[in-house]
């Protein structure tokens, strides 16, 4: 009988699953022991037989065990491989698992994250329109002291003053401000004077003559201030008005000139300034601002201390 040669199955890839793994194990298994049993069964009908040759079919044992042997050894490698196999899935669906957690989490913190952008940029422009109420409330309040100080220090005459002022100059065109202790009746130069000249007009001397009836009740300083636009002087009035320095000194000088002329206000306190168009009140690049520049500005202060 010719001898079966007994094949051996070679271990799986390392790249194999641990169920393919599990499965060439089984086989290979399965094949070994059908060999001893065929090995087995071979020997134990030769010694029926009665066929010689009984170290032969001993050897023959021997080499078939020694296979099964082999054969065991090499299932049990697969089987110890099938297991680290199933270790290293296990590990690599941890690792899944973790990254993943991982990913929500880096997720949820992101969201976190905007939120809290959102909120800060709330805090931030709720904070910006708080500190600009207060800013405007600070100086809504500062305005008030200014105000109060400025109060404080006007006496009974120079209340009475500014409210003669007001009172005779209510249906004229006239600016009447207070800065401390300063009065001031602002009067547009189209009032007082023709355009280009520094002659009165009727209206101009009416509105004087009420200044210096205010003026002769009370003691103030009165400084009379000549202002003009930027617009140069025609050829035709040069010759007597070189530029708007002499035409805003004429007019003011003009102005005292008829407060004294009244006779209810002395020379000695009255002053004259020309001031062209050096401290202009608006602008000078349209009409409108052009007109509030040419002025007169009437200045009261309190006497001096005699020395």
């Known amino acids: 009988m010719a001898e079966?040669?007994?094949?051996?199955?070679?271990?799986?890839?390392?790249?194999?699953?641990?169920?393919?793994?599990?499965?060439?194990?089984?086989?290979?298994?399965?094949?070994?022991?059908?060999?001893?049993?065929?090995?087995?069964?071979?020997?134990?009908?030769?010694?029926?037989?009665?066929?010689?040759?009984?170290?032969?079919?001993?050897?023959?044992?021997?080499?078939?065990?020694?296979?099964?042997?082999?054969?065991?050894?090499?299932?049990?490698?697969?089987?110890?491989?099938?297991?680290?196999?199933?270790?290293t899935n296990e590990e690599l669906r941890a690792q899944l698992d973790q990254s993943k957690a991982d990913t929500k989490k880096v997720s949820d913190l992101s969201l976190q994250l905007e939120q809290a952008k959102a909120e800060l940029s709330k805090v931030k422009d709720l904070a910006a329109a708080e500190k600009g109420a207060?800013?405007?409330?600070?100086?809504?309040?500062?305005?008030?002291?200014?105000?109060?100080?400025?109060?404080?220090?006007?006496?009974?005459?120079?209340?009475?003053?500014e409210e003669e002022l007001k009172k005779k100059l209510a249906d004229k065109d006239v600016l009447i401000s207070r800065l401390k202790d300063?009065?001031?009746?602002?009067?547009?130069?189209?009032?007082?004077?023709?355009?280009?000249?520094?002659?009165l007009s009727q209206e101009g001397v009416d509105v004087l003559r009420k200044?210096?009836?205010?003026?002769?009740?009370?003691?103030?300083?009165?400084?009379?201030?000549?202002?003009?636009?930027?617009?140069?002087?025609?050829?035709?009035?040069?010759?007597?008005?070189?530029?708007?320095?002499?035409?805003?000194?004429?007019?003011?000088?003009?102005a005292v000139r008829t407060l004294e002329a009244t006779g209810m206000v002395p020379a000695s306190r009255l002053c004259a300034v020309g001031y062209g168009d050096s401290r202009p009140l608006a602008p000078n690049d349209n009409a409108e601002g052009q007109a509030k520049n040419r002025r007169v500005e009437i200045v009261f202060t309190p006497p001096r201390p005699a020395k």
Do not use: C
């Not at 930027?230 to 530029?243: D, E, G, T």
């Open 4 to 87: 079966t040669p007994i094949t051996s199955t070679p271990p799986p890839p390392a790249s194999f699953s641990s169920s393919a793994a599990k499965t060439a194990t089984q086989a290979a298994a399965s094949g070994a022991a059908k060999v001893v049993a065929w090995k087995t069964a071979t020997l134990a009908t030769a010694a029926v037989l009665g066929l010689g040759g009984g170290g032969y079919y001993m050897n023959r044992d021997m080499n078939a065990r020694a296979q099964l042997a082999e054969a065991e050894q090499k299932v049990s490698s697969l089987e110890v491989q099938a297991k680290k196999s199933d270790l």
């Open 211 to 254: 200044v210096a009836a205010a003026i002769n009740k009370s003691q103030d300083e009165v400084r009379v201030e000549g202002h003009t636009d930027n617009v140069p002087i025609a050829p035709v009035l040069a010759q007597f008005y070189p530029s708007n320095w002499e035409l805003s000194t004429a007019r003011a000088a003009v």
């Open 182 to 199: 300063q009065l001031k009746v602002t009067v547009a130069s189209e009032i007082l004077f023709p355009s280009g000249s520094a002659e």
């Open 134 to 161: 207060l800013e405007k409330k600070i100086a809504d309040q500062q305005l008030q002291l200014e105000k109060a100080k400025a109060t404080a220090g006007i006496t009974g005459d120079e209340a009475k003053l």
